[in-house]
């Protein structure tokens, strides 16, 4: 069965600088999606970024980039510059290609001012 | 506004009695989810339809039945309700439209058995 790990609970960043979110997963398929969503206090789900397993390079969205290594099953989260508005859960998750989308634990990630 | 409608947003049970949380996406998706969300836990998935007339476990399936009842709606039910299912529980769906995949979630429904 597919598992996703996120190991830091929470994190803290200054603003303006860069903080990276860890995410492991696990998984026997060659064909799958990774995502990283932020949930703010809302609890709406938000979109980050997405990588397609077959994909090399890193995706990167404006301020937002991941580190997907696919051999050590690695798909870290980096967000530069960090802002009071990027404050929230986030959650990493897989998705088979049979469809079956998993989340991890989550982290927190609070931005001081 | 298309998306994914949840209802109801709240409820409470006592143990032992049934509901059925309600999901419907108008955006024709194949794929449907529900979640639950516990603390520390993140998002558990407890089953999914990958397309109409299928659906199939998740990691926590146990006391709940699901229904894909066409390919808008696909509903959660509890069929005696314990105080261990009280929980956030979000409904998703997802599909691909122009070559771009997107995954929507319901704003979720807050439920406590009691």
């Known amino acids: 069965a597919q598992t996703v790990t996120q190991s830091q609970p929470e994190m803290s960043v200054q603003e303006a600088e860069t903080v990276t979110l860890s995410c492991t997963y696990d998984?026997?398929?060659?064909?799958?999606?990774l995502f990283w969503y932020k949930q703010p206090p809302s609890r709406q789900m938000i979109l980050v970024i997405r990588?397609?397993?077959?994909?090399?390079q890193n995706a990167t969205e404006n301020r937002f980039s991941v580190n997907f290594q696919k051999a050590a099953k690695s798909f870290s989260l980096k967000i530069s510059d960090s802002q009071l508005g990027d404050a929230a859960m986030y959650f990493c998750?897989?998705?088979?290609?049979?469809?079956?989308?998993?989340f991890g634990a989550g982290t927190i990630l609070r931005v001081k001012s | 506004n298309a998306g994914v409608t949840q209802t109801p947003k709240f409820q409470v049970l006592k143990t032992g009695q049934s509901m059925t949380l309600q999901c419907a996406q108008d955006?024709?998706?194949?794929?449907m989810y529900w979640y639950r969300q516990d603390p520390g836990m993140g998002l558990r998935l407890i089953y999914y339809?990958?397309?109409?007339?299928?659906?199939d476990k998740g990691e926590v399936p146990n006391g709940y039945n699901v229904s894909r009842l066409n390919k808008r709606e696909f509903s959660l039910r509890l069929e005696s309700a314990a105080p261990s299912q009280t929980s956030v529980y979000f409904c998703?769906?997802?599909?691909?439209?122009?070559?771009?995949?997107?995954?929507?979630f319901g704003s979720g429904t807050q439920l406590s058995v009691l």
């Open positions: 998703a769906s997802s599909g691909r439209t122009a070559l771009i995949e997107k995954l929507f």
């Open positions: 998984t026997s398929e060659s064909d799958y999606y």
């Open positions: 990588q397609e397993a077959y994909k090399q």
């Open positions: 998750a897989y998705r088979s290609a049979r469809n079956k989308l998993v």
């Open positions: 955006m024709n998706h194949n794929s």
């Open positions: 339809s990958a397309s109409e007339g299928t659906t």
